[in-house]
């Protein structure tokens, strides 16, 4: 979208980013899976290892493999105790972006500057029960930034509106700053939630079962960033003054 001329600010030349999460698809079809996305942004990867939530799902060798299978860049989600240890281990494996979570990380500042030295978008996630603010400071050491729209652990629950004010507060702050950070959503994003997402602040949308439980997910994704984009378009922090 183009610069609006005239005396409205400047519009967010950037479109929506909608990366579909592979937990709602077959694991056993995942390069298939995988293509029926094509044209996401990202790839959604939640990686669980049954401590750090209550779920148990994949990790390294085949993040390398799907690396190895799509185009579709990996955007690695890693709901894991010792992030420190094994997020490292993500960015070789393939993956272009490394969330971890800020209440499992001992070292968040060593551990994002670790995975951009590899050579991956460093990104920290928080729970819904986990504020901001005390990050300030660190925002400039990420990529992008992780707002859990529901407890993690299972795609399928219903959106946290309370997380509303907490994706504000931090558009406010990427502002105030002046970052070139993304704002990520993941949670019970759909088409009943995404304006709300969009228009409160996030600029990446992960959506699982409103993806993969549609009867065309590659049409669902491109329906999904129409819809962020319009409700960008008309936010208030979308424009430059
Ligand atoms: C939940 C995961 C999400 C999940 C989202 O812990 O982090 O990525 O797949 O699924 P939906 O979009 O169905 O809520
Ligand atoms: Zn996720």
């Known amino acids: 979208m183009p610069p609006t001329p005239g005396g409205h600010g400047t519009l967010r030349s950037m479109p929506a980013q909608i990366n579909p999460s592979i937990l709602s698809a077959d694991f056993a079809r995942l390069a298939d899976e995988a293509?029926?996305?094509?044209?996401?942004?990202?790839?959604?990867?939640?990686?669980?290892?049954?401590?750090?939530?209550?779920?148990?799902?994949?990790?390294?060798?085949?993040?390398?493999?799907?690396?190895?299978?799509?185009?579709?860049?990996?955007?690695?989600?890693?709901?894991?105790?010792?992030?420190?240890?094994?997020?490292?281990?993500?960015?070789?494996?393939?993956?272009?972006?490394?969330?971890?979570?800020?209440?499992?990380?001992?070292?968040?500042?060593?551990?994002?500057?670790?995975?951009?030295?590899?050579?991956?978008?460093?990104?920290?996630?928080?729970?819904?029960?986990?504020?901001?603010?005390?990050?300030?400071?660190?925002?400039?050491?990420?990529?992008?930034?992780?707002?859990?729209?529901?407890?993690?652990?299972?795609?399928?629950?219903?959106?946290?509106?309370?997380?509303?004010p907490k994706i504000r507060r931090t558009r406010e702050l990427i502002k105030k700053h002046g970052l070139e950070l993304w704002l990520q959503v993941d949670g019970g994003v759909s088409a009943s939630t995404i304006e709300r997402c969009a228009d409160a602040g996030a600029d990446v949308f992960v959506a699982g079962s409103a993806v993969y439980g549609a009867s065309d997910p590659a049409e669902a994704v491109r329906a999904l960033r129409t819809q962020a984009d319009a409700a960008t378009a008309k936010a208030s922090w979308s424009c430059d003054h």
């Open 35 to 164: 293509e029926a996305v094509r044209g996401a942004d990202w790839l959604h990867v939640d990686v669980m290892d049954n401590h750090f939530v209550p779920n148990l799902t994949l990790g390294v060798p085949v993040v390398e493999s799907l690396a190895r299978a799509t185009d579709t860049p990996l955007d690695c989600h890693l709901m894991i105790e010792a992030p420190d240890r094994w997020a490292p281990q993500y960015v070789e494996a393939g993956a272009g972006s490394v969330t971890f979570h800020a209440e499992a990380a001992a070292a968040p500042v060593r551990l994002a500057r670790e995975i951009r030295a590899k050579g991956a978008r460093a990104s920290m996630a928080l729970k819904p029960a986990t504020p901001i603010e005390p990050y300030e400071d660190l925002l400039p050491e990420l990529d992008m930034l992780l707002i859990m729209t529901v407890e993690p652990g299972f795609g399928g629950q219903a959106f946290l509106d309370i997380m509303l």
